[in-house]
């Protein structure tokens, strides 16, 4: 199995090569922890084979249903960026949240934050458009659950 040396991930700053008895070095780093987590692989794998094609199928149609009905339960009270051409999102959207800056003073980590007190997972700040929140509810949550949020949000 030493052919397969030259293929094993590498790091940065940890020298694979020397570790590994080999005079190749790896690839490259794969994450910020040396040598990457394994341990992903079989969870995804483990999903995919749990939810099946039809599974999949399902999942995908509700989180894009979860997202925009959150979307557009939340349109009068921010905006969201990056519709289509029919105002519609997929599985994820994006809240400006730059106005409250100029009106209150407050910025994004200040409403994530805040959704942290009610006991949410924040969500993505400043990304990919500065002041901004990336909205991602899952297709596991329901619509309580989705409620609860945006009247936090509002």
Request: neutral net charge; hydrophobic residues 40%.
């Amino acid at each position: 199995k030493s052919h397969l040396m030259p293929f094993l991930p590498g790091h940065p700053v940890i020298d694979a090569s020397k570790e590994n008895g080999s005079d190749q070095p790896g690839l490259g780093a794969v994450s910020a922890a040396p040598f990457g987590s394994s341990a992903i692989l079989p969870i995804s794998w483990a999903y995919i084979k749990m939810m099946g094609g039809k599974g999949l199928r399902k999942a995908t149609q509700v989180a894009i249903l979860n997202a925009n009905y959150m979307s557009k339960r939340l349109e009068k009270y921010y905006k969201t960026l990056y519709t289509g051409e029919t105002g519609l999102v997929a599985h994820e959207f994006i809240l400006d949240v730059r106005d409250f800056k100029k009106t209150a003073n407050i910025e994004a980590v200040d409403i994530a934050k805040r959704l942290m007190d009610y006991g949410f997972h924040a969500p993505t700040m400043s990304w990919p458009v500065a002041g901004t929140l990336m909205v991602e509810p899952t297709e596991s949550e329901d619509k309580m659950e989705l409620d609860r949020f945006c009247d936090a949000l509002i």
